[in-house]
């Protein structure tokens, strides 16, 4: 997994609720057998008019939020399936963060994954950051991991609750199945537990 | 300390604890299907691991498999390669696998339960967020993405942070017409679609205890539409009953065995959740789906709402936006939206249950002229039961396409798709722009209503309808 230590990069705003994992990648763009090179359709019904070219009214069309690498939306991000496409579409687009009040748990834990950051500030500040970003092209936003802290280009600084097993992996881009393995023989050790305790469990040949 | 059925079920999956980390949890039945897992193996092939418990591990395919004829190749070279690939890759890791032309095939959330292979007291996990499904057998069950798949091959086991608990209390009888499908919108729209968010759902009352395994199953399927991590009900008798002889339950003494663990899971009397949530079950009405998430529903003969009336400007926003692409307008009755397509049928509503209820409302009955109606299995085993029982035909008199099993128009990755602008009475589970197809319009209700709006053309209220 790629490390997440620090951003600085431009916002771009995606001011709406429940955004569903349909909406990020819908499903006929799910067919590929590889993790790489889904950002192409990233927001596609949105992001593209039926006849394939760009829609000028979609946020993330306009220039100047061109390259933008940190995502502010609205509450319960990442609703619906579990697909991690959704993922895999926003970090291949080039976005390293998200920043919203709330998550969706899959979508959240499948970016833990990958090593895209997911922040939670609270909804009235969000909705601020949202303001913020409208009012003043170029607005960056400077996120460091380590700190938990999000800087806004006033120079607040806003303080974020994260997981700190969560915070360690993803600062050293830790491998989880690698993380696991260690506990080999736990694992072992439970495997012959169960055997003993519910030999009724079904096995599939 | 008393303990609710899932505090009992996560204890004993617990394979490793320490103070700061999340549980490492033991995986008891890994499901997989052709969508979400082609990464994981390639994963596994790049690091030189191997699948530890291929014999926990289950695998077919129904995301994006066509539901015409199975003696015709599958044209869509995509879907076709995806559905190769998993193919070779459970030959390569021994996996077992019901490809699309066993008659055990279907939707994954159907063929679990239907082959004894989904019981009480387990973990289960797929890469499928409807994997809550499996819930109504009294299992943990839950949906993970592609990395999770990898590390569950790889290790059997997932790193998960322990979930708040969320007692849903339902009591009394559902009313005459409504189904599992209207209580489950019922408690959407009353909780909230990030309701349940953190949580898992423990579906508890007299209203349970009453429901079949298809009606439970139906409950539990959409616990994640209110954001849950799972939900579930306690094993009772109606569960074993439903088990028992099944391909994959246990017989014998180890059934009695099993039986006696099976009934030691229910919540301790004196338990604590960590939030309660009461709904009367004499309250429940048709619901249809107005907007686009599966928590904007109202009563049939309801009216589409005004977003100005809305308690908050969020609410109202999403009203709005919700509006413009269904392209409805407030205070339209709700019996008077038309519809062009009605699809029966996903993990939600595609069991035997489910297609004998919509068959006894189309019964000499015909699908209106303006109407293309599908019925979709959910599995070759429910397409067979209900052929047996002359469902099929009763669907085809009518004017139904009588289809192959799959995941179909619920999602639209197969050939199954709503054309831009068209509207549909689904049974399926979510009803998100797109969804169906790109610039579709879903209204979700339950088998009955759908079979009805295929009939009139537009949503009718079943309660007063069938009597008509």
């Known amino acids: 997994m790629r490390p997440f230590k620090k951003e600085e990069g431009l916002a771009a705003p995606y001011d709406k609720a429940n955004v569903d994992t349909d909406e990020i990648i819908p499903a006929e763009y799910l067919k590929r057998i590889e993790r790489t090179g889904f950002g192409q359709f990233l927001f596609f019904a949105k992001r593209f008019l039926p006849d394939g070219s760009p829609n000028p009214d979609f946020v993330l069309n306009q220039p100047r939020y061109q390259n933008a690498s940190i995502l502010v939306a609205g509450p319960n991000f990442g609703c619906g399936s579990s697909r991690e496409h959704a993922p895999w579409a926003l970090e291949d687009y080039g976005f390293r963060a998200i920043i919203a009040p709330s998550f969706a748990d899959i979508f959240t834990n499948n970016c833990a994954q990958i090593g895209l950051l997911n922040v939670v500030l609270p909804e009235d500040r969000v909705n601020q950051i949202l303001r913020d970003i409208a009012g003043r092209e170029g607005y960056q936003i400077a996120i460091d991991l380590e700190q938990q802290a999000v800087t806004d280009p006033f120079g607040r600084v806003d303080r974020f609750e994260m997981d700190a097993f969560r915070k360690h992996c993803l600062l050293n881009g830790l491998d989880a199945i690698g993380l696991t393995m260690q506990h080999e023989d736990a694992i072992r050790d439970f495997e012959s537990r169960r055997q003993s305790r519910a030999p009724w469990l079904p096995r599939f040949r | ?468």
């Open chain 2, 1 to 468: 300390m008393p303990r609710t059925i899932i505090d009992k079920i996560w204890d004993d999956h617990v394979v490793y604890s320490h103070e700061g980390q999340p549980d490492l949890l033991f995986v008891d039945l890994h499901l997989i299907h052709e969508i979400t897992t082609a990464q994981a193996f390639e994963g596994l092939r790049l690091n030189g691991r191997k699948v530890r418990h291929p014999e926990l591990t289950l695998a077919t395919v129904d995301h994006n498999v066509p539901t015409t004829p199975r003696n015709v190749p599958v044209k869509d070279p995509i879907a076709k390669k995806q559905i190769e690939t998993l193919e070779q890759n459970t030959r390569d890791f021994a996996i077992h696998f019901e490809g699309m032309l066993s008659p055990r095939q279907g939707i994954v959330h159907v063929i679990g339960p239907e082959m004894g292979a989904s019981q009480p007291g387990m973990v289960i996990v797929c890469g499928d967020s409807h994997t809550s499904t499996h819930g109504a057998f009294g299992a943990l069950a839950f949906g993970i993405g592609t990395s999770e798949v990898e590390h569950v091959l790889a290790t059997q086991t997932l790193q998960q942070r322990r979930p708040k608990t969320l007692r849903i209390q339902v009591d009394g009888e559902l009313p005459l017409g409504t189904t599992a499908k209207d209580l489950v919108l019922d408690i959407i729209r009353t909780i909230g679609v990030s309701g349940a968010v953190g949580h898992a759902i423990e579906y508890c009352g007299s209203t349970f205890r009453a429901m079949s395994m298809e009606g439970r199953m139906t409950v539990c399927n959409m616990s994640i539409e209110a954001g849950g991590r799972a939900g579930l009900v306690a094993p009772d008798d109606t569960t074993f009953a439903y088990m028992e002889g099944r391909q994959y339950a246990p017989k014998g003494q180890a059934w009695e065995q099993a039986l006696d663990y099976w009934r030691s899971l229910a919540t301790d009397e004196d338990a604590i959740f960590d939030k309660t949530v009461n709904i009367n079950a004499a309250d429940v009405v048709p619901f249809v789906t107005w907007g686009t998430n599966p928590g904007q529903s109202v009563e049939v003969t309801g009216r589409v709402p005004d977003p100005d009336e809305m308690p908050d400007e969020a609410s109202k926003a999403n009203a709005i936006r919700s509006l413009k692409y269904q392209d409805l307008q407030p205070g339209t009755p709700i019996t008077s939206i038309n519809v062009d397509k009605v699809f029966i049928g996903s993990c939600t509503n595609s069991r035997i249950e489910d297609l004998r209820l919509a068959a006894s409302v189309v019964k000499g009955r015909k699908v209106n002229a303006h109407v293309q109606a599908l019925v979709v299995p959910g599995s070759g085993q429910v397409k067979a039961a209900a052929e047996a029982e002359g469902l099929d035909r009763v669907f085809r008199e009518a004017g139904f396409e009588w289809r192959e099993a799959g995941c179909s128009m619920c999602l639209g990755m197969n050939p199954d798709v709503l054309g831009p602008g068209e509207r549909c009475a689904s049974t399926s589970n979510r009803n998100f722009e797109g969804r169906q197809g790109p610039g579709g319009r879903t209204h979700l209700v339950s088998p009955a209503m759908a079979a009805a709006a295929a009939i009139e053309g537009h949503f009718v209220d079943i309660r007063a309808w069938s009597k008509a």
